[in-house]
């Protein structure tokens, strides 16, 4: 059989599935629908660049200077009223007791608490620390980690800033001096490209990805199946026409849908989610359509082995959740511990998701990202050389 | 026509297909001449659609193979393919395409010049009466239309042979008869080999040419509907229809106890029996007064398909289906009304 034979039959193919899907209203919708929810979602429930706000803190003053609360104590007091003013981070409240403070916690009904400890005010007048405790709930990690970080902040430049009042008035320096004096060292961040990048600028390119790659991988096996279940699929076998144009037609309608769906990820990110694409646009296309070629023999295989729809969706899942998480695309990979990174790294998403980030986030050329497209195409071509002869047997069962 | 000499069109060799240990076809070798409607006949899971699947290479046969139009089935898959048609009991249309759609895709999968397609599809259309709906999605139509459609899907290609899985499954009563004189059309007027399966008899009878009664995965026998009859006949076999008044529940049973009786099923007061000597009647009627049955009437019938089954393989066709649907005038179910059990 000729190429263009072969050609034309995909594309025959191609279309038939097209022409069915654009018929389909639900799916239609769906195609929408689904990357806005996701965005929306993952947007929303993972921690984002921004902090969380108003966090309900109880404020414990256990100082005692001669029967009373002392004025170190209430000025600390003042001082952190002061900040959260500005800042809004956290909505304080006074509490008795310790334990008082402990229950509150327990209750959920505080996020954390600061304690001024006894003695605050006479500590730091004859030389000493004033001591603070944070209790902070351990039942939710993130949040607590960011409010111990804040106070912890706050606090500290709460110091830093009576420390310079301090050596402003023993040495008589002017500010700026004593300000040296006190912090010698200053730190300045900066990213290598101009504006600073939000969760979605780190999630969407990951997240283009994924949508596109399991779109196809998910596609692919059902849009089979599903024809084998409703007996077309006979119709098609028994015509005079390769089985390579049946993957290749089928592949390229799926492609089609997920490039769509891609680029509705990618308009939602720019337009509602101010995300910014600092490399080539025809890189990006062009790394999606790698990132299906290194996933479709999976497709494949898993059209293969599975005998019905439904099948074929539990094999998909079962795949598809540890990619889901582990591939970097909601959270660094780094971030996790070595040997689950080993097990990132055997995802073809991993790469994907790296090469488009550095694209889109750090407007990466084709160059920059040499490793990941080579990772890639070995991907691809591995997984067609062991699907294509399962397909071809499982065919004629 | 078949033509007596006619080219061998299809010819199966020891063709088996094994699924986990089970046998479903069993070396069958069956020929069917060019320009034959060649009826396959047999229960539910006799091995009919895994025949029929096996010539349409979807799927490989465990041992044996077949030549259809001389074309190897395992080493010229692509030519049979090209040679053959094919009707599964499973429609094959795409709900969400126009009958025209559907006809196109398989024309360019079938490699029809640009040229011929458009004409094909319309006379086609024409002949089915289908044309107004061309361009209507396949999924608004009744499932007569639907069948309509899907037989003449078949014959886009121009085969030389189509294979039709149970073609008026589930049809009404006027599709059927649509369809069967489809059938006939396209064997007389183009001389179109057809292999058809079916488990209606009386479908058998009038279609086919030939018919290779099928059970358990083999060929019990084969022949034109009227040779078969004749050889039930040859051998000796009466088959006496008795109308009985007040039948008790088990009349067939006290039949079948006499002496030379092969078998005997009753019909609310029908019962229908065939035994095994030429001079039986007499017995028969006898037997029946022995037994306390008050006939109305009683006659010698001539053999049925369903007789001549299950004289070559000792079971009823119906016996699956009897407790399903109640079948009237001895397992000759009104066409179009047959039915069977989902799940082989």
């Given at each position: 059989?000729?190429?263009?034979t072969?050609?034309s039959?995909s594309?025959?193919?191609a279309?038939k599935?097209?022409l069915?899907?654009?018929?389909?209203r639900?799916?239609?919708g769906?195609?929408f629908?689904?990357?806005?929810?996701?965005?929306?979602?993952?947007?929303?429930?993972?921690p984002?660049?921004?902090?969380i706000?108003?966090?309900?803190?109880a404020?414990?003053?256990?100082d005692?200077?001669n029967?009373t609360?002392?004025?170190?104590?209430?000025?600390?007091?003042?001082?952190?009223?002061?900040?959260?003013h500005?800042?809004?981070?956290f909505v304080?409240?006074?509490?008795?007791?310790e334990?008082?403070?402990?229950e509150?916690?327990?209750?959920?009904?505080?996020?954390?608490?600061?304690?001024?400890?006894a003695?605050?005010t006479?500590?730091?007048?004859t030389?000493?620390?004033?001591y603070?405790?944070v209790?902070?709930?351990?039942?939710?990690p993130?949040?607590?980690?960011?409010?111990t970080?804040?106070?912890?902040?706050?606090?500290?430049q709460?110091g830093?800033?009576?420390?310079?009042?301090?050596?402003n008035?023993t040495?008589?320096?002017d500010?700026?001096?004593s300000?040296?004096?006190?912090?010698?060292?200053?730190?300045q961040?900066?990213?290598t490209?101009?504006?600073?990048?939000?969760?979605?600028?780190f999630?969407?390119p990951g997240?283009?990805?994924?949508?596109?790659?399991?779109?196809?991988?998910?596609g692919?096996p059902?849009a089979?199946?599903?024809?084998k279940?409703?007996g077309t699929?006979d119709?098609?076998?028994?015509a005079?026409t390769s089985?390579?144009?049946?993957?290749?037609?089928?592949?390229?309608?799926?492609?089609v849908r997920?490039?769509?769906?891609?680029a509705v990820v990618?308009?939602?990110?720019?337009t509602?989610?101010?995300?910014t694409v600092?490399?080539?646009?025809l890189?990006?296309?062009?790394l999606?359509?790698l990132?299906?070629?290194s996933?479709?023999?999976?497709?494949?295989?898993?059209?293969?082995?599975?005998?019905?729809?439904?099948?074929a969706?539990?094999?998909?899942?079962?795949?598809?959740f540890?990619m889901?998480f582990?591939s970097?695309?909601?959270f660094?990979?780094?971030?996790?511990?070595v040997?689950?990174?080993y097990v990132?790294?055997?995802m073809?998403?991993?790469y994907?998701?790296s090469?488009?980030r550095?694209?889109?986030?750090?407007?990466?050329?084709?160059?920059?990202i040499?490793?990941e497209?080579?990772v890639?195409l070995v991907?691809?071509?591995v997984l067609?050389?062991?699907?294509?002869?399962?397909?071809?047997?499982?065919?004629?069962? | 026509?078949?033509?007596?000499?006619a080219?061998?069109?299809?010819?199966?060799?020891?063709l088996?297909?094994r699924?986990?240990?089970f046998t479903?076809?069993?070396?069958?070798?069956?020929?069917v001449?060019?320009?034959e409607?060649?009826?396959?006949?047999?229960p539910?899971g006799?091995?009919?659609?895994?025949?029929?699947?096996?010539?349409?290479?979807?799927s490989?046969?465990s041992?044996?193979t077949?030549?259809i139009?001389?074309?190897?089935?395992?080493?010229?898959?692509?030519?049979?393919?090209?040679?053959v048609?094919?009707?599964?009991?499973?429609?094959?249309?795409?709900?969400?395409l126009?009958?025209?759609?559907?006809?196109r895709?398989?024309?360019?999968?079938y490699?029809v010049?640009?040229?011929?397609?458009d004409?094909?599809?319309?006379e086609?259309?024409?002949i089915?009466?289908m044309t107004?709906?061309a361009?209507?999605?396949?999924?608004?139509?009744?499932?007569g239309m639907?069948q309509r459609i899907?037989v003449?899907?078949?014959l886009?290609?121009?085969?030389r042979?189509?294979?039709m899985?149970e073609?008026t499954l589930?049809?009404d009563?006027?599709?059927t008869?649509?369809i069967?004189?489809?059938?006939k059309?396209?064997?007389?007027r183009?001389?179109?080999?057809i292999?058809?399966t079916?488990?209606?008899?009386?479908?058998a009878?009038?279609?086919?040419?030939?018919?290779g009664?099928?059970?358990?995965?083999?060929?019990?026998?084969e022949?034109?509907?009227?040779?078969?009859?004749?050889r039930?006949a040859d051998?000796g076999s009466?088959?006496v229809?008795l109308?009985?008044i007040?039948?008790?529940?088990?009349a067939a049973?006290?039949?079948?106890?006499?002496?030379?009786?092969?078998?005997?099923?009753?019909?609310?007061?029908?019962v229908h029996?065939?035994?095994s000597?030429?001079d039986?009647?007499?017995d028969?009627?006898?037997?029946s007064?022995?037994?306390g049955?008050?006939l109305r009437?009683?006659?010698?019938?001539?053999p049925?398909?369903?007789?001549?089954?299950?004289?070559?393989?000792?079971?009823a066709?119906v016996?699956e289906v009897?407790d399903?649907?109640?079948?009237r005038?001895?397992?000759?179910?009104?066409p179009?009304?047959?039915?069977r059990?989902?799940?082989?």
């Amino acid at each position: 059989m000729g190429a263009k034979t072969l050609i034309s039959h995909s594309l025959w193919i191609a279309h038939k599935d097209l022409l069915e899907f654009s018929r389909n209203r639900v799916m239609l919708g769906m195609l929408f629908v689904f990357p806005l929810f996701m965005m929306l979602m993952t947007g929303y429930i993972f921690p984002s660049g921004n902090t969380i706000r108003d966090m309900p803190v109880a404020v414990v003053n256990l100082d005692d200077f001669n029967g009373t609360q002392g004025p170190e104590s209430l000025g600390f007091y003042a001082g952190l009223e002061a900040v959260n003013h500005r800042t809004g981070y956290f909505v304080l409240s006074n509490s008795s007791t310790e334990s008082a403070a402990r229950e509150q916690i327990t209750r959920g009904e505080r996020t954390g608490a600061v304690v001024i400890l006894a003695n605050f005010t006479s500590n730091l007048r004859t030389g000493g620390q004033g001591y603070v405790t944070v209790l902070y709930d351990q039942s939710k990690p993130q949040i607590s980690l960011q409010l111990t970080s804040i106070l912890n902040a706050v606090i500290s430049q709460m110091g830093t800033q009576r420390a310079v009042s301090t050596v402003n008035r023993t040495t008589g320096e002017d500010n700026n001096t004593s300000m040296a004096i006190v912090i010698p060292y200053k730190v300045q961040n900066k990213g290598t490209v101009p504006g600073n990048p939000n969760y979605f600028e780190f999630m969407a390119p990951g997240m283009m990805m994924m949508v596109v790659m399991f779109s196809v991988m998910t596609g692919l096996p059902r849009a089979i199946s599903h024809e084998k279940e409703a007996g077309t699929f006979d119709g098609v076998l028994a015509a005079p026409t390769s089985r390579f144009s049946i993957i290749l037609g089928k592949t390229i309608a799926q492609s089609v849908r997920g490039m769509i769906q891609g680029a509705v990820v990618l308009l939602l990110a720019l337009t509602l989610f101010g995300v910014t694409v600092n490399g080539s646009v025809l890189l990006v296309v062009f790394l999606l359509l790698l990132g299906i070629f290194s996933f479709i023999g999976l497709g494949i295989a898993i059209t293969s082995a599975a005998r019905d729809e439904e099948t074929a969706s539990t094999f998909m899942m079962v795949l598809q959740f540890p990619m889901l998480f582990l591939s970097g695309v909601f959270f660094p990979i780094e971030q996790m511990p070595v040997y689950m990174q080993y097990v990132a790294k055997a995802m073809p998403l991993t790469y994907a998701t790296s090469a488009m980030r550095k694209v889109v986030v750090l407007g990466a050329g084709l160059g920059d990202i040499l490793t990941e497209v080579a990772v890639l195409l070995v991907f691809g071509v591995v997984l067609l050389l062991v699907a294509i002869p399962l397909f071809k047997k499982a065919m004629t069962r | 026509m078949a033509d007596a000499g006619a080219r061998k069109m299809i010819e199966t060799l020891g063709l088996t297909k094994r699924f986990n240990g089970f046998t479903a076809v069993d070396r069958v070798s069956l020929t069917v001449n060019e320009g034959e409607v060649y009826g396959l006949l047999g229960p539910n899971g006799a091995g009919k659609s895994t025949l029929i699947r096996m010539l349409t290479t979807l799927s490989n046969p465990s041992e044996g193979t077949a030549r259809i139009s001389g074309y190897d089935l395992l080493k010229d898959a692509e030519k049979v393919r090209e040679t053959v048609g094919i009707v599964s009991e499973k429609m094959i249309m795409y709900d969400r395409l126009t009958a025209y759609e559907n006809l196109r895709l398989f024309a360019k999968l079938y490699n029809v010049p640009r040229r011929e397609m458009d004409a094909r599809i319309e006379e086609l259309l024409k002949i089915v009466n289908m044309t107004k709906w061309a361009d209507e999605q396949i999924g608004k139509f009744s499932t007569g239309m639907k069948q309509r459609i899907n037989v003449i899907r078949a014959l886009v290609s121009m085969p030389r042979v189509v294979f039709m899985d149970e073609p008026t499954l589930g049809l009404d009563p006027q599709s059927t008869a649509d369809i069967r004189d489809f059938i006939k059309r396209l064997n007389e007027r183009d001389g179109l080999t057809i292999v058809l399966t079916t488990h209606i008899m009386n479908e058998a009878d009038v279609l086919c040419d030939r018919i290779g009664l099928i059970d358990k995965g083999r060929i019990a026998a084969e022949g034109s509907p009227a040779e078969l009859k004749a050889r039930i006949a040859d051998r000796g076999s009466t088959v006496v229809e008795l109308d009985i008044i007040d039948p008790p529940p088990d009349a067939a049973e006290r039949l079948r106890a006499v002496e030379g009786v092969r078998s005997a099923s009753q019909k609310e007061n029908c019962v229908h029996v065939i035994a095994s000597r030429e001079d039986a009647f007499q017995d028969i009627v006898n037997a029946s007064a022995r037994a306390g049955l008050r006939l109305r009437n009683a006659s010698v019938s001539q053999p049925s398909l369903e007789d001549v089954f299950l004289h070559f393989t000792g079971r009823a066709m119906v016996e699956e289906v009897k407790d399903k649907v109640p079948m009237r005038g001895g397992g000759h179910g009104p066409p179009g009304m047959g039915f069977r059990p989902r799940g082989r």
